[in-house]
């Protein structure tokens, strides 16, 4: 049981170079999220989805673009990697119907913008 | 404003010794309460949450809370700390009964449990 998959684990980046962090999970869970944890900072929502075509902003989506084409996949994008989107980013699904607010976190992904 | 605060930053305890770790919040409603912890390198992992009933719910580890509506906290416990609970741990609530779209998170609370 693979859980929430991210890719890659690590990606060092130039200024004003674009990438995807690839997400997928197995769970056939509903709702999907991204999230970066900063130090001092705790997380923060940047994106998530409740469905297959549907997105929305969470607390600081800017710089980030997100789709949701299937129910297993979610990727992040960077268009124009900025030295402030230094973090470690984390996908996490969570099941619609249960309402327990219980989410499943991937390993995350460490991102370093020089 | 809504808002989640675990007033230490960290937290030493000697092994064998009970811990606890704090977390009170500031929001409308009846929320659901979560705790989460994360080892080194690695994701968040759920330990436990409150719904309603018992005010003390037992989760993953050994680990349990307590649910003060009065005092508004939902501090996390164990009777006896293990080296390995070596952690983070993040207080989160949800404010709008189960919409965990809204997730409201602690800024953290480092545990070193030392031998």
């Known amino acids: 049981n693979a859980g929430v998959t991210q890719t890659p684990k690590f990606q060092v980046l130039k200024t004003g170079q674009s990438m995807t962090l690839q997400c997928a999970q197995d769970m056939n869970h509903e709702y999907m999220s991204w999230y970066r944890q900063d130090p001092g900072m705790g997380l923060r929502l940047i994106h998530y989805?409740?469905?297959?075509?549907?997105?929305d902003q969470g607390e600081v989506p800017n710089g980030y673009n997100v789709s949701r084409s299937t129910t297993e996949d979610f990727p992040l994008r960077l268009l124009s990697a900025a030295p402030s989107q230094t973090s470690v980013y984390f996908c996490?699904?969570?099941?619609?119907?249960?309402?327990?607010?219980?989410?499943?976190f991937g390993e995350g992904s460490r991102l370093t913008v020089l | 404003a809504q808002s989640v605060a675990q007033p230490e930053d960290q937290v030493n305890v000697a092994e064998g010794n009970p811990l606890t770790v704090k977390c009170t919040y500031s929001?409308?409603?009846?929320?659901?309460l979560f705790w989460y912890v994360q080892y080194p390198n690695r994701g968040l992992q759920f330990l436990l949450k409150?719904?309603?009933?018992d005010n003390l719910v037992k989760g993953s580890y050994g680990f349990e809370a307590e649910f003060n509506k009065s005092q508004t906290s939902f501090h996390l416990k164990k009777p006896s700390a293990l080296v390995s609970d070596s952690a983070l741990y993040f207080c989160a609530v949800s404010p709008n009964a189960g919409n965990n779209r809204k997730l409201i998170w602690g800024l953290g609370t480092s545990l070193a449990v030392n031998p």
């Open positions: 989805s409740v469905g297959a075509g549907i997105t």
């Open positions: 929001v409308s409603g009846n929320p659901y």
């Open positions: 409150y719904i309603t009933g």
């Open positions: 996490a699904s969570s099941s619609k119907s249960g309402l327990t607010g219980e989410l499943f």
